[in-house]
């Protein structure tokens, strides 16, 4: 049975008049990596500065492994390690200097100290610039070491906030496969406004919109959720819109250019299969047929349209 870490509880938040989140609910579980998705102005950074005790929030409780946040905030905090947008980096230590003392700050114990630095570096495999500048690192590393001030004292949740920001491809590909080893003890909860990053590293989304939590679960409920509703396809002979939208599941068809058409579809993606018989029967000689990719503006406008509007949270 999976050990759940982190539990939020209908969290709510005002500033001023306006409620910025209103009755959020989830839960974190050890071993598994979860998105939280949002515009801007959804409540996405209001939800991680409460999760991380930044911010006390208006209504709502938040347990980390059992501890109250708000009751007990120097307790649970201690099992938090959080890596901000932007890594808190002195660039003008060592790698070493560094981490030991973030350790400090940590209260990781004085015999405990050597470990528990080599144990970070040689997670997030920077042992070999133990004594370069940070200043001299390229990109990557220095998120690397940013990484590791974040699991030094070995916390049971792992908050990162946007982590992958800024970094190149391969970068990227290094820091996915990071976050994916410390998801092995740990639970891990990291922000981004990129789809495909989510996608490539998590194991569950939560999505924020208007304040209110609009998705909750799986990936692969969420992939299943925003299978495309489009595609494109090139004819050299090309059909009347109107042999198109004959197809059962053709919705509309117009045509980009003389012999490109986007189709909008209903239900199954077997579409596709039903143009490419109907092309070869009819002589349409199909040259390209493609499905566009949903944007995550997309479905931000499909969920939002479920969320309600922002008044005080519900009892």
Request: charged letters at 25%; a neutral charge.
């Amino acid at each position: 049975m999976e050990t759940t870490i982190v539990r939020v509880e209908d969290l709510s938040h005002q500033y001023s008049k306006d409620w910025a989140i209103q009755n959020i609910s989830f839960e974190i579980k050890k071993n598994r990596i979860l998105g939280l998705l949002g515009s801007n102005g959804a409540g996405k950074s209001t939800t991680m500065n409460i999760l991380c005790g930044v911010l006390n929030q208006t209504h709502g409780n938040i347990f980390i492994d059992g501890i109250n946040l708000k009751e007990n905030p120097v307790e649970a905090k201690k099992l938090i390690g959080f890596l901000p947008q932007t890594p808190p980096l002195h660039l003008d230590l060592t790698v070493n200097e560094y981490l030991i003392h973030c350790a400090q700050l940590r209260h990781v114990k004085k015999e405990d100290l050597h470990n528990a630095v080599e144990r970070a570096k040689e997670k997030c495999g920077i042992a070999h610039f133990s004594h370069r500048l940070i200043k001299n690192l390229s990109g990557g590393y220095r998120q690397r070491v940013g990484i590791a001030q974040a699991i030094i004292h070995e916390p049971k949740l792992v908050v990162l906030d946007e982590p992958t920001n800024g970094l190149d491809p391969n970068q990227i590909l290094e820091v996915r496969n990071l976050i994916k080893k410390i998801s092995e003890d740990k639970a891990v909860i990291f922000s981004s406004h990129i789809l495909s990053e989510v996608q490539a590293t998590c194991q569950d989304i939560r999505m924020i919109e208007n304040g209110h939590m609009v998705f909750a679960d799986t990936l692969d409920a969420f992939n299943n959720y925003i299978v495309a509703d489009k595609l494109t396809a090139s004819f050299e002979n090309p059909p009347t819109i109107d042999a198109l939208t004959a197809i059962d599941e053709i919705t509309a068809a117009v045509y980009l250019s003389p012999k490109k058409v986007q189709i909008t579809f209903k239900g199954t993606q077997e579409v596709a299969e039903k143009i490419v018989a109907l092309s070869v029967s009819n002589n349409w000689k199909l040259r390209e047929i493609q499905f566009e990719k949903v944007s995550l503006d997309e479905i931000f406008a499909q969920l939002s349209k479920k969320a309600p509007a922002k008044n005080s949270p519900t009892s």
